[in-house]
Every structure is written in C-alpha cells, then in structure tokens.
C-alpha cells in the first residue's frame, strides 16, 4: 500500500525567511509526486508535480521541490515566505502500480508571521 | 480556476434527511473522486469512478453512495444523514490516460453540518 507521511502538523516562518514543509513516501515503482494547497473554506488547488527528470520542481507561486530518491522524501520549499503563503499544504503520491488513486499525506498548517 | 462545481458550499440538514451532494465538472474528464475531510485534516478518499457506470469504494469506509450515469455529474447521497457525517466532502477530477502522472482537479467542497 502507498502512504505519505508529513511530519510536521504545524511550521511558523517569519516573512521572507525560506520556508521547508517536509514529506516522505512510500510506494510500489516509481513514485508520481504532488503538492497542493488548501486555503480556508476552499478546495485543493494543485502546486507542483514530480513525474520523472529533474530532482527539483518549480510550481506555482514561486514554490518549488526537491525529489530525494535515496531518502524518498519531496519537500516543498520556498526561498522567501509571504503572510499570504500561510495555508494547509498538502502532499500526494500516486504509484505506477495498480493504485492509482492519490494517497494523501495528513496535511501542514503553514503560518507565515509578519 | 478548474470547471468543477460542488453544490451547495454549505449545507446544515437534520438528522434523518435524505440529501445528494452535487459534482460536475466540464472537463470531459473520465476519472472521478470524492474525498472526506475534517477541518485542518487528511483527506480520505470515499469513492472513485473511472467512467460511466463505474464506481468503486475508496480507503476509508463510508455510508455514502454515489452515481455515474453522465461523465460530468458524479453526486453523492447519504440515504439518512446522522450527526457523525458532518464534515467537508471534496469532488476530484482528473484527465483521460493512465492517470498517473496527472494531476487531480478539485471542487470547492460542500461543508455539510447535520444537527
């Protein structure tokens, strides 16, 4: 079975500081990794993929993150943190097996301070 | 902004009630999902559909039931809503081909409150 872990339930930054939100997975093959972003009272909205080629992704928002194959870790990871990044981060994996739903890990709260 | 559309955004109901949690989307996408999650937590996937007249049942055990008899409409309904399925209920879509490295569009959600 595939699972995400986002060990972090909770990370404050201070604004414009560089800000890291951890995952780690578990799969059968090759991983298909996701970042989303869920702001208050609203759906997912999707940040980035990993799917194959460059350990590091750019997204949106001037988010990016770096695919670990050794450590199967896919940290999202911004250079300066803005009051307005503050939300509920979500990761997801998806395997190239039979299962092909999303897996999603337990979600980070990011609080950015002023 | 993705074309999938969740009625209502709100909805506080009694216990007992028969109600369907509306999804549709524009898309044409085959691949369908709805998801369970309470407030600030982890998503958990209750159903799924890879196409017309295809449903499945998702990780996390639900009273819930759902439908796809059109590609862009995949609602959900709980026969007799009770106070334990309060609640926000995420609707998912995802493009045709294998899926795999495509990402999953997503409604705004429904709020459900059953008193």
């Known amino acids: 079975a595939q699972s995400v872990a986002q060990p972090e339930d909770q990370v404050n930054v201070a604004e414009g500081n560089p800000l890291t939100v951890k995952c780690t997975y578990s799969?059968?093959?090759?991983?298909?990794l996701f970042w989303y972003v869920q702001y208050p009272n609203r759906g997912l909205q999707f940040l980035l993929k990993?799917?194959?080629?460059?350990?590091l992704v750019k997204g949106s928002y001037g988010f990016e993150a770096e695919f670990n194959k050794s450590q199967t870790s896919f940290h999202l990871k911004k250079p300066s943190a803005l009051v307005s990044d503050s939300a509920l981060y979500f990761c997801?994996?998806?395997?190239?097996?039979?299962?092909?739903?999303?897996?999603f890990g337990s979600g980070t709260q990011l609080t950015v301070l002023p | 902004e993705a074309d999938i559309y969740q009625t209502p955004r709100y909805l506080v109901i009694g216990t007992g009630k028969k109600i369907t949690l509306e999804c549709s989307q524009t898309?044409?996408?085959?691949?369908m999902y709805w998801y369970q999650q309470d407030p600030g937590m982890e998503l958990h996937l209750i159903h799924y559909?890879?196409?017309?007249?295809?449903?499945e049942k998702g990780d996390l055990s639900s009273e819930s039931t759902v439908s796809r008899i059109r590609t862009e409409h995949f609602p959900l309904t709980l026969e007799s809503a009770r106070p334990s399925h309060t609640s926000q209920y995420l609707c998912?879509?995802?493009?045709?081909?294998?899926?795999?490295?495509?990402?999953?569009?997503f409604g705004q959600g429904t709020r459900l409150t059953v008193v």
């Open positions: 997801a994996v998806r395997g190239s097996g039979s299962a092909r739903q999303l897996t």
């Open positions: 898309m044409g996408h085959d691949k």
């Open positions: 998912a879509s995802q493009p045709p081909g294998t899926g795999v490295n495509t990402e999953a569009f």
């Open positions: 559909s890879y196409g017309v007249n295809s449903t």
């Open positions: 990993y799917i194959t080629g460059d350990n």
């Open positions: 799969v059968s093959g090759n991983p298909y």
